[in-house]
């Protein structure tokens, strides 16, 4: 616990973030464990014709959630980060890319001012409303 205070303060101060709102972020991505978390969702279709019924899947999608971060995959290879380290749970990894992650997130959102963090989940304002209140119980 106190290495992971120690490298969680640290890197606040490197990428010049706010180390309370990082911890806030990690706490609710992953209450501060080290895991991949699987989803999988399907779109079924019904198929009916004169003598039955079934349904068939049209559409499925599985989303990878990696680390203590939980950095999406696709998120991850759009900025180049090793998925193999981010998958084997390296924390010390996982948090310089949380880090690289959060602080383009809060430039890109600049206008959003204080809570220009809350992009690191979405830019969608229904989606940020809803990760600010899930975030805050931490802060």
Request: net charge positive; hydrophobic share 35%; charged share 25%.
């Amino acid at each position: 616990a106190m290495k992971l205070s120690n490298s969680i303060y640290t890197k606040a101060k490197k990428y010049g973030i706010d180390p309370m709102i990082s911890l806030a972020i990690l706490n609710q991505e992953s209450s501060l464990r080290s895991v991949n978390t699987f989803t999988i969702t399907k779109k079924v279709e019904e198929n009916c014709d004169n003598t039955s019924c079934g349904m068939k899947i049209i559409e499925e999608h599985e989303v990878l959630d990696l680390s203590i971060a939980q950095i999406n995959f696709n998120t991850a290879k759009a900025y180049k980060f090793d998925i193999k380290r981010l998958f084997n749970t390296d924390v010390e990894y996982a948090l310089d890319c949380h880090y690289a992650l959060l602080k383009d997130k809060i430039k890109q959102c600049a206008p959003l001012g204080a809570e220009a963090w809350s992009c690191y989940h979405s830019k969608t304002p229904k989606h940020r409303k809803k990760y600010v209140k899930a975030v805050s119980r931490f802060l």
